[in-house]
């Protein structure tokens, strides 16, 4: 892969008449009129592809190289295969990427294209490493690739991505931008070591937080402070806490969706962490709260299939702890760092996105 033409970026191009404040001019309004401006910001934030709209060509392009990776990835173990369905997801971590290198001034965001494209690679190779830790057969609905293929194979396509994405990022011509990106992949290992390391029986909010932050968080961050090794640097270190409170975020309410949407929503099995016998932040909250019937009931679900029955118990169970409400207030409160974080960005719609994307992830339903 190579660095595309350059396309001329549209000026402005932003949403609907709405202006999304920043966390920092949103403290210093009544409560009254913060209320008024919170529910603006809501109304965007539910619709992605106007949160999408002042990079939509350029993240059209990734979901097309994208695309075509995939159907060379199929390509090496069955020459001439091709994928029959679209690539799917929401391409965050693309979208942060292009968002984050047009609000610190990038003249050209088309030049970033591959840039994000590299960390939706990073990200599907996460996917594959995972499913076949898990034991996974869906993903994002499809079958995942340790099920089309082997557990083998399934880890060597995620090798494969991860060399193909360093290799794009190798073409900025930056040995700080590529490390960069490999001590994130180190991190991500590492947290998932450490999470081994700790056995199935640990009962930490500490060391569920560490493997959300190693995890999911890290590629958050990288995926929005990379493009400041190749323009206006001065932004890494907010454009870092930034995606990383984002990452925060964005576990924790996956963590949720996991316990309260089907299988048809969420593109797997509901309830998965509690089979694969995970600790995620509302699983530890609601066993905490459970009393002694109610913990050996959730832990006898361990390893095996869930009927509807029990899959009700379990959301019943998850409202009545109050654990949902204290894992969505630990959201709320890592999306308001993120925004703070944004208060020194320069104004202009695709900072709006960016204050936009952190309340998306508040909201989403998948």
């Known amino acids: 892969m190579v660095l595309p033409s350059v396309v001329q970026f549209p000026k402005r191009r932003g949403f609907s008449g709405a202006t ?58 069955d020459p001439g295969a091709r994928s029959d369905t679209a690539v799917g997801g929401k391409l965050l971590r693309p979208a942060m990427c292009l968002l ?17 494209a590299a960390m939706e690679m990073f990200h599907l190779a996460a996917l594959a490493h ?12 499809s079958i995942s690739l340790n099920a089309m293929w082997s557990d083998h194979a399934a880890v060597l396509g995620g090798d494969y991505l991860v060399a193909r994405g360093i290799t794009v990022l190798a073409s900025y011509g930056s040995c700080e931008l590529v490390t960069h990106a490999i001590d994130c992949i180190r991190i991500m290992a590492e947290g998932e070591l450490a999470h081994f390391g700790r056995g199935p029986d640990h009962h930490s909010e500490e060391a569920c937080l560490a493997l959300v932050r190693a995890k999911t968080a890290s590629l958050f961050a990288v995926s929005c402070s990379t493009p400041c090794f190749v323009a206006a640097d001065s932004y890494r270190d907010a454009l870092y806490a930034y995606g990383e409170a984002v990452g925060m975020a964005f576990q924790l309410v996956d963590d949720l969706l996991d316990l309260r949407q089907d299988e048809t929503v969420l ?14 932040i509302p699983i530890l909250y609601m066993r905490n709260a459970l009393d002694e019937a109610g913990t050996r009931r959730l832990d006898a679900l361990r390893g095996r299939t869930l009927d509807p029955d029990e899959r009700a118990w379990v959301a019943d169970m998850l409202e009545e702890t109050g654990a949902a409400t204290s894992t969505e207030r630990m959201a709320r409160t890592y999306i308001d760092k993120a925004r703070r974080s944004l208060a020194d960005l320069p104004p202009g719609p695709l900072l709006d996105s960016l204050h936009g994307l952190a309340e998306f992830v508040l909201v989403r339903g998948s």
């Open 130 to 141: 995972d499913d076949v830790i898990d034991g996974a057969n869906l993903r994002r609905g």
């Open 267 to 280: 593109g797997k099995p509901s309830c998965g962490d509690i089979v694969e016998g995970k600790k995620t």
């Open 100 to 116: 984050s290198s047009g609000a610190i001034g990038a003249p050209r965001p088309a030049d970033f294209v591959p840039m994000a």
């Open 20 to 77: 999304i404040p920043s966390a920092s001019s949103l403290a210093l309004v009544a409560p009254r009129t913060r209320r008024v401006l919170d529910s603006a910001i809501m109304s965007v934030a539910t619709d992605l592809q106007q949160l999408y709209r002042p990079i939509d060509t350029e993240i059209a392009e990734v979901r097309r190289l994208m695309s075509d990776l995939w159907d060379e990835v199929l390509g090496i173990v």
